[in-house]
């Protein structure tokens, strides 16, 4: 497999680490926050509007994809990038974490997964050899192996045959040819049993891969849980490969996962928050925009904020934009949010590059235990 992970430092105090990933389309920073666009858009915000962020990877996934606009019109324009004008790398998920949510639309098959639609009911298989395929089409620069995410909470004897399978549809994967410079990556699972996670771990590294992810978290088990489940499996991953913790998380949650060897995050939160009215700030506070104590409040949302909303407008004008549902008010709270993670991101290199990661996450601990620490 490529080298495509230069590891800078480590910090002393934890198994955090400072490095950089290597795509075709440039080197990205890490530790480092993806913003999800599913569909081929983050929501709510433009390409440029990424870069200005500093932005330096986006994910986008397979299955959404497949579906609409579908493969034929993707190829047509000449790949996702090209498409949606986006000049970043591009990760983009297997798609098998869509096709396991849609449980009672789905059969589950030796090579992959029937499923419905859940547009309009149309019939579809998808397996590790199709998702390579459109992953292919799409032309993205991490591909991720196809798997199964296994479903929470589940039984010992469930958990095994889950891992077994992800290890057979992985393997196809890897035999799946890919573009020039796209690099792939292996999931591992094993739900909340430490030594299924270890197994995993040591069945998908067994493979081959350029990076590893540590998925099925986030699929409603407790936070010491998730915790548990990275602390499992990241002693029996690469220390020369990029590792990356699938839909996680809250600020917090980064800062720890972070400090257990992790590199690379995606989630929804930052957008989702900011489309229902809700800021990021400090040390992963939550800010509730719309509540009526911000009615006459001419503050930025964070003082010292260098998003475009905090520079330009107030609490008070961004909760009247939500309450009379113009857009603007939530692209604002969305930028302010996706800046906020953006820079988390940076704020945790800087920490790691000073030698003051530990005094960072301890500050974020605290904001964690504090009955207040919603602003």
Known sequence: ??????????????????????????????PIFMPVGTRGSVKAVSPRELDELGAQIILGNTYHLFLRPGLEIISAAGGLHAFSSCRLPILTDSGGFQVFSLAPLRKIMPDGVKFASHIDGTRFFL??????????????DVVMAFDECTPYPATLEQAAKSIARTCRWEQMSREQPLNDGQLRFGIVQGSTFPELRERSAKDITG????????????????????????????????????????????PRQIVENVARGVDMFDCVLPTRMGRHGSAYVGYGQVMHVKAAKFARDFCPIEEGCQCYACRNFTRAYIRHLLNVDEILGLR?????????????????????EAGTFGEFRAKFAEAAADPLASA
């Open 207 to 250: 493979i081959g891969f350029d990076g590893y992810a540590i998925g099925g978290v986030s699929v409603g088990e407790s936070e010491p849980e998730m915790f548990a489940a990275v602390d499992a499996a990241e002693p029996f991953l690469p220390e020369d490969a990029p590792r990356y913790l699938m839909g996680v998380g809250t």
């Open 332 to 352: 604002l709270l969305t930028l302010h949010n996706l800046h906020y993670y953006l820079n988390l991101a940076r704020r945790i290199r800087t920490a790691l």
């Open 1 to 30: 497999m490529s080298s495509c992970f230069s590891l800078i430092s480590k910090d002393p105090g934890s198994r955090a680490r400072r490095g950089v990933l290597h795509t075709r389309r440039g080197d990205v920073q890490t």
């Open 127 to 140: 397996g590790p050899v199709e998702s390579m395929l459109i992953q292919r089409t799409l032309d993205s």
